[in-house]
């Protein structure tokens, strides 16, 4: 590969506005306080990353993130000569060692990918594999609303163009009542998943969700209750309990590029799945524009077999009222198609970032 020289490293804070507030377990969200990074080289090559941490849910803020970027891994980048990802990545992880700061790891390590994939003229698919698919359905997303309108939400989102949902619950047995709406509306042909964003959810109301045929259920307890998660596998008769967990406590694997440290740790961890016959799935459910079109990069390189056919990149359709990219994802019917442009693919639009900075973490200028 042609080597380039790393010029400047900067993160910023933005903050963009929902198209309507999202509630979870976790509290409401108006807005999505993201983190973008942008890499620059005296050969004039620019690189982006971003990482849309969730409050409460995500190990770090998004300060946190853009200071440990900019005060402490940025030294090891200005100056550098980058031959590929991990002859920088390498040295990150040696001062930074798993599980330390992966959303932060993640940002500049995707921001890494596209500044070499531009460099080589490839698609990041084509730097980690090969292209399996270049057509990648998703969920339609249903928060926590109340039944009626869940109902209604899940026919238009079928109108749409989705062919599976899925929708937030609590450990709140009203969210029983949600659910059954939305069977009433649409049926048992339509993939039904869950989503409890860590809320415990006691034995006798998973039982009771059992008559709706859920896919799964992600994450019904806490990330650390392991032994929780084993003990509802073997009582409830639910197809699917999703993490990232041991003790033969899931059947399938949620897997996102921001929380698992980047791209390449998914794509490592893609591979045990499939050493250990486990399906996965990718995505994270509040994406920008940029963070999305890495999800869908390590999707469109994966095969079936293994990550599954609808997966669960979400935000710029649905959620975001705007986006810092000046070319926006393809995205139909509920579809969105793998551009093959070097890199990510997307480019951001200087205006837009201009538009949505917060705080003192970087003024952008170009």
Same mark, same amino acid.
């Given at each position: #590969? +042609?080597?380039?020289?790393?010029?400047?490293?900067?993160?910023?804070?933005?903050?963009?506005?929902?198209?309507?507030?999202?509630?979870? @377990?976790?509290? +409401?969200?108006?807005?999505?306080?993201?983190?973008?990074?942008?890499?620059? !080289?005296? +050969?004039?090559? !620019?690189?982006?990353?971003?990482?849309?941490?969730?409050?409460? $849910?995500?190990?770090? !803020?998004?300060? /946190?993130?853009?200071?440990?970027?900019?005060?402490?891994?940025?030294? #090891? *980048?200005?100056?550098?000569?980058?031959?590929?990802?991990?002859?920088?990545?390498?040295?990150?992880?040696?001062?930074?060692?798993?599980?330390?700061?992966?959303? =932060?790891?993640? =940002?500049?390590?995707?921001?890494?990918?596209? *500044?070499?994939?531009?460099?080589?003229? *490839?698609?990041?698919?084509?730097?980690?594999?090969?292209?399996?698919?270049?057509?990648?359905?998703?969920?339609?997303?249903?928060?926590?609303?109340?039944?009626? !309108? =869940?109902?209604?939400?899940?026919?238009?989102?079928?109108?749409?163009? $989705?062919? =599976?949902?899925?929708?937030?619950?609590?450990?709140?047995?009203?969210?029983?009542?949600?659910?059954?709406?939305?069977? /009433?509306?649409?049926? $048992?042909?339509? +993939?039904?998943?869950?989503?409890?964003?860590?809320?415990?959810?006691?034995?006798?109301?998973?039982?009771?969700?059992?008559?709706?045929?859920?896919?799964?259920?992600?994450?019904?307890?806490?990330?650390?209750?392991?032994?929780?998660? &084993?003990?509802?596998?073997?009582?409830?008769?639910?197809?699917?309990?999703?993490?990232?967990?041991?003790?033969?406590? &899931?059947?399938?694997?949620?897997?996102?590029? #921001?929380?698992?440290?980047?791209? @390449?740790?998914?794509?490592?961890?893609?591979?045990?799945?499939?050493?250990?016959?486990?399906?996965?799935?990718?995505?994270?459910?509040?994406? #920008?524009?940029?963070?999305?079109?890495?999800?869908?990069?390590?999707?469109? &390189?994966?095969?079936?077999?293994? %990550?599954?056919?609808?997966?669960?990149?979400?935000?710029?359709?649905?959620?975001?009222?705007?986006?810092? %990219? @000046?070319?926006?994802?393809?995205?139909?019917?509920?579809?969105?198609?793998?551009?093959?442009?070097?890199?990510?693919?997307?480019?951001?639009?200087?205006?837009?970032?201009?538009? $949505?900075?917060?705080?003192?973490?970087?003024?952008?200028? @170009?």
């Amino acid at each position: #590969m +042609e080597c380039v020289e790393l010029r400047e490293c900067k993160a910023f804070l933005i903050q963009v506005p929902l198209k309507r507030p999202h509630k979870t @377990s976790h509290g +409401e969200v108006s807005h999505q306080r993201s983190v973008v990074v942008i890499l620059e !080289t005296v +050969e004039g090559f !620019t690189g982006v990353g971003q990482v849309d941490p969730v409050p409460k $849910y995500s190990v770090e !803020t998004p300060e /946190e993130i853009c200071l440990i970027i900019n005060s402490y891994i940025r030294p #090891m *980048l200005v100056n550098k000569q980058v031959f590929s990802v991990s002859s920088i990545m390498d040295e990150i992880y040696e001062n930074f060692p798993d599980p330390l700061h992966l959303e =932060a790891k993640a =940002a500049v390590e995707m921001a890494l990918y596209d *500044l070499i994939g531009k460099v080589r003229k *490839l698609p990041v698919y084509k730097m980690i594999g090969k292209l399996y698919r270049e057509n990648i359905p998703v969920v339609g997303w249903i928060g926590q609303v109340p039944p009626e !309108t =869940a109902g209604k939400e899940a026919i238009n989102k079928l109108e749409e163009g $989705y062919r =599976a949902l899925k929708v937030k619950i609590s450990s709140n047995v009203d969210d029983i009542e949600r659910i059954a709406k939305i069977r /009433e509306a649409v049926g $048992y042909s339509v +993939e039904l998943r869950a989503d409890a964003n860590e809320a415990l959810i006691p034995i006798t109301l998973l039982k009771k969700l059992e008559r709706y045929e859920l896919k799964w259920i992600e994450q019904p307890a806490p990330r650390r209750h392991i032994h929780y998660l &084993a003990k509802i596998r073997n009582k409830i008769d639910v197809h699917s309990l999703i993490n990232i967990i041991k003790e033969e406590a &899931a059947d399938y694997i949620k897997l996102k590029v #921001m929380k698992q440290g980047g791209i @390449s740790s998914v794509m490592k961890m893609i591979d045990i799945c499939k050493a250990c016959n486990m399906k996965c799935t990718i995505g994270h459910g509040f994406n #920008m524009g940029i963070s999305a079109s890495a999800e869908l990069h390590v999707i469109a &390189a994966s095969s079936t077999n293994i %990550v599954e056919d609808v997966n669960e990149v979400g935000g710029p359709p649905d959620k975001m009222s705007d986006d810092i %990219v @000046s070319n926006q994802l393809e995205f139909s019917r509920g579809f969105f198609k793998v551009n093959d442009r070097p890199g990510l693919g997307v480019e951001i639009s200087e205006e837009k970032l201009r538009k $949505y900075l917060r705080g003192d973490h970087g003024i952008y200028k @170009s």
